[in-house]
Nanobody, 124 residues
């Protein structure tokens, strides 16, 4: 069982930056692959970024590639999403998710555990 708690959301102007954090409970965090998803009002939840349990590199949606960076700290049981050059279309509730496995996972159904989400609002 893994519990996930996101933090770091807020209101930022276009072009600004935010860093989201997702703190995980449990002693087996390092064996989970992690992902970030987002859901804008009236839209379906969509994939943003994923990182394998090794944490060597990330995999990104085209819409955020080059602007967002996913990373993890297996000592602190935390995964991060650094978001730079934010755009109004990045406005959404951001969720982190966890799943056992060693690959990059991009489908909602791939994940077993979800956080409650943190709101990110980007003003123009």
């Amino acid at each position: 069982q893994v519990q996930l708690v996101e933090s770091g959301g807020g209101l930022v102007q276009a072009g600004g930056s935010l860093r989201l954090s997702c703190a995980a409970s449990g002693r087996t965090f390092s064996t989970y692959s992690m992902g970030w998803f987002r859901q804008a009002p009236g839209k379906e939840r969509e994939f943003v970024a994923a990182i394998r349990w090794t944490g060597a590199s990330g995999y990104y949606a085209d819409s955020v590639k080059g602007r967002f960076t996913i990373s993890r700290d297996n000592v602190r049981n935390t995964v991060y999403l650094q978001m730079n050059n934010l755009k109004p279309e990045d406005t959404a509730v951001y969720y982190c998710a966890a799943t056992r496995g060693s690959a990059y996972y991009i489908r909602l159904s791939d994940y077993d555990y979800w956080g409650q989400g943190t709101q990110v609002t980007v003003s123009s």
